[in-house]
């Protein structure tokens, strides 16, 4: 029996899409990790406001997802379906990022408050008008089970390398022996915009010169009860629905997660900026490594029996720290190494490479996993629908992380932080023990939720293989 072999990308068309990760990476590095605080103890904005700021962005971006997605899926151009929405986005999602980052002056935290969700709603649009359509572009650059994953390894590599190394910056040389310092941030501003500008830019010019081998679309008339229709064929598909129900639980953690790391370095370990900026190199350096290993670790192997288990791994592994630190005070004895000793630097970098790195390794094989569902659906429908099934995926998941966001500041309210007559030693204390222990209880509840659902995809490399063979996705021999 003939193998099957399924088309492929080249190696520089791998690297070059998944350079466009970095600016994603940028991105990200600013909502998760310092938007928050900087807003919260630097600007003085409560952080209920903040939070309702990202959120209200994040459904805004939501709703326009599907939008851009079903759009794009339908353009016939003499540049394709996907790239006239990546050129226009380029200069927007670059400002955006950077004007979010200056300081506002003297103003009312009403009017902070209004300035701060404009920009932030503003970025988000531009940001789905490139990553949309980008993201579109893996299914139709390769088809091939296994180089999938190098895609995905590529941006997820790239992506570290883009918000790692933007942090690094920042708390090295930016920040120096203070979060609190606003000259750094809009130094973070600068750089950070350039960085997004310059990713996004050779991404797309990088992969232009593959749109005359790209699927075109066939003309369609729109219609909305055939739309409708054609949308309930298309996610009704059993593989997308589980990593859908899963994505959800897992966009609320992400929600409630916002800012929380850069918490616990001011207040529970007591860092400052400097003594810990190399923690992201390392981190960044581990991340890669395992991402570019892979497509090595899954070669053989079934996607979805790798994930499952080192999400559980990680999930028991990664709050380990904290629950050390929050069971000192009643087992009468210190067990977890004192801040500011060596041994807890040590301990404290070690765990976070190892943790980051296990599950970039597990997004990568279940972003690679998804990709399978474009053929599985073309097949039944004879439709490729890449950008309605991850804008609906990730409509619904925005909103669920919406959500998310604004219970993240409720609890750095109700911890105390907002509290105006918390001293520091207050903060340092029973302040961030309370936002630990919330932190610690939903980090470990909802991620087993998560990961026993991704055991219902049903999806492996034989089934895979039967339908770009079915489909004519091979390369001729």
Same mark, same amino acid.
């Given at each position: 029996?003939?193998?099957?072999?399924?088309?492929?990308?080249?190696?520089?068309?791998?690297? *070059?899409?998944?350079?466009?990760?970095?600016?994603?990476?940028?991105?990200?590095?600013?909502?998760?990790?310092?938007?928050?605080?900087?807003?919260?103890?630097?600007?003085?904005?409560?952080?209920?406001?903040?939070?309702?700021?990202?959120?209200?962005?994040?459904?805004?971006?939501?709703?326009?997802?599907?939008?851009?997605?079903?759009?794009?899926?339908?353009?016939?151009?003499?540049?394709?379906?996907?790239?006239?929405?990546?050129?226009?986005?380029?200069?927007?999602?670059?400002?955006?990022?950077?004007?979010?980052?200056?300081?506002?002056?003297?103003?009312?935290?009403?009017?902070?408050?209004?300035?701060?969700?404009?920009?932030?709603?503003?970025?988000?649009?531009?940001?789905? $008008?490139?990553?949309?359509?980008?993201?579109?572009?893996?299914?139709?650059?390769?088809?091939?089970?296994?180089?999938?994953?190098?895609?995905?390894?590529?941006?997820?590599?790239?992506?570290?390398?883009?918000?790692?190394?933007?942090?690094?910056?920042?708390?090295?040389? $930016?920040?120096?022996?203070?979060?609190?310092?606003?000259?750094?941030?809009?130094?973070?501003?600068?750089?950070?915009?350039?960085?997004?500008?310059?990713?996004?830019?050779?991404? *797309?010019?990088?992969?232009?010169?593959?749109?005359?081998?790209?699927?075109?679309?066939?003309?369609?008339?729109?219609?909305?009860?055939?739309?409708?229709?054609?949308?309930?064929?298309?996610?009704?598909?059993?593989?997308?629905?589980?990593?859908?129900?899963?994505?959800?639980?897992?966009?609320?953690?992400?929600?409630?997660?916002?800012?929380?790391?850069?918490?616990?370095?001011?207040?529970?370990?007591?860092?400052?900026?400097?003594?810990?900026?190399?923690?992201?190199?390392?981190?960044?350096?581990?991340?890669?490594? $395992?991402?570019?290993?892979?497509?090595?670790?899954?070669?053989?192997?079934?996607?979805?029996?790798?994930?499952?288990?080192?999400?559980?791994?990680?999930?028991?592994?990664?709050?380990?720290?904290?629950?050390?630190?929050?069971?000192?005070?009643?087992?009468?004895?210190?067990?977890?190494?004192?801040?500011?000793?060596?041994?807890?630097?040590?301990?404290?970098?070690?765990?976070?490479?190892?943790?980051?790195?296990?599950?970039?390794?597990?997004?990568?094989?279940?972003?690679?996993?998804?990709?399978?569902?474009?053929?599985?659906?073309?097949?039944?429908?004879?439709?490729?629908?890449?950008?309605?099934?991850?804008?609906?995926?990730?409509?619904?998941?925005?909103?669920?992380?919406?959500?998310?966001?604004?219970?993240?500041?409720?609890?750095?309210?109700?911890?105390? $932080?907002?509290?105006?007559?918390?001293?520091?030693?207050?903060?340092?204390?029973?302040?961030?023990?309370?936002?630990?222990?919330?932190?610690?209880?939903?980090?470990?509840?909802?991620?087993?939720?998560?990961?026993?659902?991704?055991?219902?995809?049903?999806?492996?490399?034989?089934?895979?293989?039967?339908?770009?063979?079915?489909?004519?996705?091979?390369?001729?021999?």
């Amino acid at each position: 029996m003939q193998e099957v072999k399924a088309q492929q990308a080249s190696t520089g068309t791998i690297w *070059t899409y998944g350079f466009g990760s970095i600016g994603v990476g940028i991105k990200n590095n600013l909502l998760g990790t310092w938007l928050l605080i900087y807003y919260n103890q630097v600007l003085g904005l409560d952080a209920i406001l903040v939070s309702s700021a990202i959120a209200l962005a994040l459904v805004v971006d939501a709703i326009s997802d599907p939008f851009v997605g079903i759009w794009s899926d339908r353009v016939r151009s003499r540049w394709g379906r996907r790239h006239p929405f990546m050129y226009i986005s380029i200069i927007p999602f670059s400002l955006c990022y950077y004007l979010i980052l200056q300081d506002p002056g003297d103003i009312s935290d009403g009017e902070m408050f209004s300035r701060l969700l404009t920009l932030l709603v503003l970025m988000r649009i531009a940001m789905t $008008f490139y990553e949309v359509p980008r993201a579109a572009l893996v299914p139709e650059l390769s088809k091939d089970y296994d180089q999938r994953n190098w895609f995905a390894g590529a941006g997820m590599a790239l992506g570290w390398l883009g918000g790692a190394g933007i942090s690094f910056i920042h708390m090295e040389f $930016f920040l120096g022996d203070s979060y609190f310092n606003t000259s750094g941030y809009q130094a973070l501003a600068f750089w950070g915009g350039l960085g997004i500008f310059i990713s996004t830019v050779v991404t *797309t010019v990088g992969t232009h010169k593959h749109i005359p081998d790209l699927h075109v679309p066939p003309e369609r008339k729109f219609n909305l009860r055939d739309s409708l229709q054609e949308a309930k064929q298309t996610l009704s598909n059993r593989s997308w629905l589980v990593l859908f129900l899963s994505g959800c639980i897992y966009a609320l953690l992400v929600g409630v997660d916002t800012g929380a790391v850069t918490y616990y370095s001011v207040y529970l370990w007591q860092w400052q900026p400097d003594e810990i900026s190399v923690f992201s190199i390392y981190q960044a350096v581990t991340v890669i490594s $395992f991402s570019i290993l892979a497509p090595w670790i899954a070669m053989g192997r079934n996607k979805k029996n790798i994930a499952v288990g080192i999400f559980l791994f990680t999930i028991f592994v990664g709050p380990l720290p904290i629950v050390l630190r929050l069971l000192d005070p009643f087992v009468g004895m210190q067990i977890f190494p004192s801040n500011g000793s060596d041994a807890l630097w040590y301990i404290l970098l070690i765990h976070g490479c190892l943790t980051v790195s296990l599950g970039s390794l597990g997004f990568i094989f279940i972003g690679s996993m998804a990709m399978e569902i474009v053929e599985d659906v073309e097949k039944t429908t004879g439709r490729r629908e890449e950008g309605l099934l991850g804008t609906v995926n990730a409509f619904v998941h925005k909103l669920v992380g919406a959500g998310g966001v604004l219970i993240a500041g409720v609890i750095v309210s109700w911890s105390g $932080f907002d509290d105006p007559n918390a001293t520091q030693e207050m903060l340092t204390g029973e302040v961030v023990n309370r936002f630990a222990l919330v932190h610690v209880i939903i980090g470990f509840c909802l991620p087993i939720f998560s990961t026993l659902l991704v055991l219902m995809y049903n999806i492996d490399r034989e089934g895979h293989l039967d339908n770009v063979n079915d489909l004519g996705y091979v390369e001729d021999n």
